[in-house]
């Protein structure tokens, strides 16, 4: 089935990956919102757990491993074009993740580019307000964790 005009909702991942106070993002090499700022991420395939589909999606997209800390929300997209069709439908299943092998990412798959960015550089890139939400309730979860767990094995601040 097609992506585009689709009969039913595609479910997709994205990632809140946080390092350092700051998260990654990855600019959209393909269509819907292509050459936007996005959360990493893409559709879950057949078979696959939405952790595993966030694992491989961010390996695919950005080179890094992660570790899935928990689930931030659910938010959907569906664009509709000029004759009020579906155009677009996805479900997305956004999780909280702290990468495994450090913090070099490079750009690949569907990622045109990819890169770290502070919450105050957030504004100008103009972002999805549901990204722009969703990063925010990641921060919090980011935080509630680290002070939850400061005297056991605490997500890596680093």
Known sequence: MSREYPNRPFVGVGAVVIRDGRVLLARRGKEPRKGSWSLPGGAQQLGETVFEAA??????ETGLEIEVLGIIDVADSIQRDDHGEVRYH?????????????D??????DAAEVAWFSPDE???????TETTRIIGLGHEMWTILQASSSSSSSPSAK
């Open 122 to 128: 957030l504004a100008p890139l103009e972002l999805w």
């Open 55 to 60: 694992r491989r999606e961010i390996r695919e």
């Open 104 to 109: 070099v990412a490079a750009a690949g798959d």
């Open 90 to 102: 996805y479900t997305l299943v956004d999780v909280l993740a702290q990468t495994i092998n450090g």
